[in-house]
């Protein structure tokens, strides 16, 4: 079936650091990935996606590159700030699939300390 | 534009009750869905709806039903509440022909 495997958190990180969040999927066919990105007390909300391989998604200085190869969508940041203190999901969509429903990782907390 | 809304924010219920969150959408788009969240599970599709006057069922729809009597309104419903229905439930919304599902706020359901 399909599936979404991501780091398990929570990551913490000192300002400036350099942020690497990996995810990982199983799915038939060719899913189009998404990173959801959820601060606290918020809904979540659309950060990035790829629909086809080796497409790179970004968005507010976040990257993450769809490798069909190694079947993965890492999150990258160079330089991260307190304000990007929240939990991160990666999930999927698979192409052809009955309706447009999204399959997400178990999410990762991502604390940015001062 | 407001975007997707819900109601209530937080709710405590006893066992046994009936409820249903409420969820609104103004950018008139054809699908609808519902998801809970719980802590080292993320989020699991509960229903779905890909028009007005459709629904199916998600991962963990038992316990759970929904409506879809027009485009803008997905309620769902708990016809009698338990315990292990306690969680952070998420309604969302996508156009027919995009990906990108949007999320409402969020309503935290405690059932003791």
């Known amino acids: 079936g399909n599936s979404v495997t991501q780091m398990e958190g929570p990551v913490t990180l000192s300002e400036e650091a350099f942020l690497t969040i990996n995810c990982t999927y199983t799915?038939?066919?060719?899913?189009?990935l998404f990173w959801y990105v959820q601060y606290p007390g918020e809904g979540l909300q659309l950060l990035l996606k790829?629909?086809?391989?080796?497409d790179k998604g970004s968005n507010k200085g976040f990257e993450a590159t769809y490798r069909k190869e190694t079947t993965s969508f890492h999150l990258e940041k160079g330089s991260v700030q307190v304000s990007d203190s929240a939990v991160y999901f990666c999930a999927l969509r698979r192409y052809g699939g009955a309706t447009n429903k999204l399959i997400f990782g178990t999410g990762t907390l991502l604390a940015v300390q001062p | 534009i407001a975007g997707i809304t819900q109601a209530p924010t937080s709710q405590i219920l006893a066992a046994g009750r009936r409820m249903t969150l409420r969820c609104t959408q103004d950018m008139r788009h054809n699908a609808m869905y519902w998801y809970r969240q719980d802590l080292g599970l993320g989020l699991r599709l509960i229903h779905y709806?890909?028009?007005?006057?459709?629904?199916g069922k998600g991962e963990v729809p038992d316990g759970y039903s929904v409506s879809r009597a027009n485009t803008d309104d997905f309620p769902l419903t708990l016809a009698s509440a338990v315990p292990s229905q306690t969680s952070v439930y998420f309604c969302a919304s996508s156009d027919s022909y995009t990906d990108t599902q949007y999320f409402g706020p969020g309503t935290r359901l405690t059932v003791l």
């Open positions: 709806s890909n028009t007005a006057g459709t629904t």
């Open positions: 799915a038939t066919g060719y899913p189009s």
């Open positions: 790829a629909t086809k391989a080796d």
